[in-house]
């Protein structure tokens, strides 16, 4: 027998047989045709032939090959009615005679912002738009031009962008939130950020009512007075997708008008954001920002783009720094037509990031009341906001790529194919230091969401079986 019909039997006996023993729940009515219809939808993203049979229980994205990848793209011309390219970002033309120019418009209409402008990275938007906010900022004082912005300690900027901000705009960045008197990023990309939270008002006011200091040459600076732009990721990627809760967002967008500083977000994920919020629409979510930054790339699905908005000024600086980064290039159409083809089909999927959110919940939560489960594994946050969390282990790296081979071996399951291990710091000592010795990231996407949850259970049950073996 085949090792996907195998699994599909041990399913089975597993519900019927075992109906109520330590968390086992009784299966629906369709089970069996759900099951079988979701292992052969699942088995067909992945893209190694060899495992073809494998269920990824991680994987949260359908896998495509390079050639069907370009293929979709040419459909998605035709669909789109994309006839000609853009030439250099089509600055000069407008949405009736520019795609690109369609597509921006399209975007910045559903996000409720005057303007918006396609760039190629998350990184380049970002660090376009605090160059613009450096150089316009204007000081209560009345000085000019400002080298400071504050984020989070988790943000991308600091952790995964080798201090361009620093290297190649001159600017200092104000940590604020956990962590800001003793900012080390090594330590957090080296053994994770369990239990960290997200900006909260009460971070902002303590950052305007003292003088605080700089990263990286420890400025001391007069917030009031010299910060340009303050940063807020929706959700927090680095601390397992946690939100600011909403009356707060709104506060401190009061607090930075009221002291001239450019409120910004990095809603690479917003749009999982505003469904974390329950929001009926994502201009609900965005409203409170002078500029927001989005990626196609990730919920959405596209290769690869993203999109700066804000007003229409804003934007024609933009427009002109892009040119300063490099980042107007010949034509743009591969990743334009990918990423308004992914930002179509969201539009088209009502409360599909919702329905993640919730299955991931739902799925967390017979995990975590599993007693043998709950052991080896703990979650952050322990409900998840949106649909995301972050996943810390309590055995060494090298036990648990043994554990996962073996259940992979046995059941056809993968339930873990990205996972990184926990160093531990030098500065603590005692069983805090080591409690975890691997994390994982894992997001509810449209491959894994097809996943039966007692599919879950039963991959996450025989690795806590084999780690206590």
């Excluded at 204007?138 to 201090?163: I, M, Q, R, V, W």
């Excluded at 934007?315 to 992914?342: C, D, H, M, Q």
Aim: proline share 3%; aromatic share 10%; with cysteine.
């Amino acid at each position: 027998m085949m090792m996907i019909d195998c699994l599909f039997a041990v399913v089975c006996l597993q519900h019927y047989l075992l109906p109520f023993v330590d968390g086992w729940v009784m299966p629906s009515p369709s089970l069996q045709h759900e099951t079988k219809v979701m292992l052969s939808d699942i088995k067909n993203n992945n893209d190694d032939p060899s495992r073809a049979d494998v269920i990824e229980l991680q994987t949260y994205t359908k896998r495509k090959s390079p050639s069907d990848t370009l293929a979709d793209l040419s459909t998605a011309c035709k669909e789109l009615g994309v006839d000609t390219f853009d030439i250099y970002g089509d600055f000069e033309l407008d949405k009736q005679s520019s795609y690109l120019r369609q597509f921006e418009a399209e975007v910045a209409e559903y996000f409720g912002k005057e303007e918006a402008v396609f760039c190629l990275s998350g990184g380049m938007a970002q660090s376009i738009m605090l160059a613009i906010n450096a150089r316009n900022h204007t000081s209560k004082s009345g000085g000019g031009g400002s080298s400071f912005f504050a984020c989070h300690p988790t943000s991308h900027l600091l952790l995964h962008e080798n201090d361009a901000y620093w290297d190649l705009l001159n600017l200092e960045a104000i940590i604020i939130g956990d962590q800001a008197n003793i900012y080390n990023p090594e330590v957090l990309k080296d053994s994770g950020c369990y239990g960290m939270e997200p900006i909260r008002l009460s971070d902002v006011k303590d950052l305007l009512a003292s003088i605080s200091t700089s990263y990286p040459n420890h400025l001391p600076i007069n917030c009031t007075e010299e910060l340009s732009t303050l940063m807020i990721e929706l959700p927090h990627r680095e601390i397992g997708g946690k939100l600011t809760p909403w009356d707060e967002v709104e506060e401190i967008a009061t607090i930075c008008k009221e002291n001239g500083i450019n409120y910004h977000c990095d809603g690479a994920r917003l749009v999982e954001a505003a469904a974390g919020y329950g929001h009926e629409s994502v201009k609900e979510t965005a409203k409170p920002f002078t500029s927001v930054y989005i990626s196609f790339y990730k919920g959405l699905g596209s290769i690869s783009g993203a999109m700066l908005l804000g007003d229409s000024d804003f934007i024609a600086e933009a427009r002109i720094w892009l040119r300063k980064f490099g980042g107007n290039l010949y034509t743009v159409l591969p990743y334009a037509i990918s990423s308004w083809a992914g930002f179509c089909n969201f539009q088209r999927e009502e409360n599909v990031f919702e329905y993640r959110r919730d299955k991931l919940a739902r799925v967390l939560k017979l995990l975590s009341t599993d007693t043998r489960i709950s052991r080896i594994v703990e979650f952050d946050p322990k409900t998840p906001e949106v649909n995301m969390a972050h996943g810390y282990l309590r055995m060494s790296y090298d036990e648990c790529m043994k554990a996962l081979d073996k259940v992979e071996q046995t059941t056809g399951i993968r339930v873990l194919s990205r996972v990184r291990s926990c160093k531990e710091d030098d500065d603590t000592d005692g069983a805090d230091s080591i409690q975890f010795g691997c994390r994982f990231e894992w997001t509810m996407g449209e491959a894994n969401a097809l996943i039966d949850d007692e599919l879950f259970l039963l991959g996450w049950k025989t690795l806590a079986q084999e780690v206590e073996n």
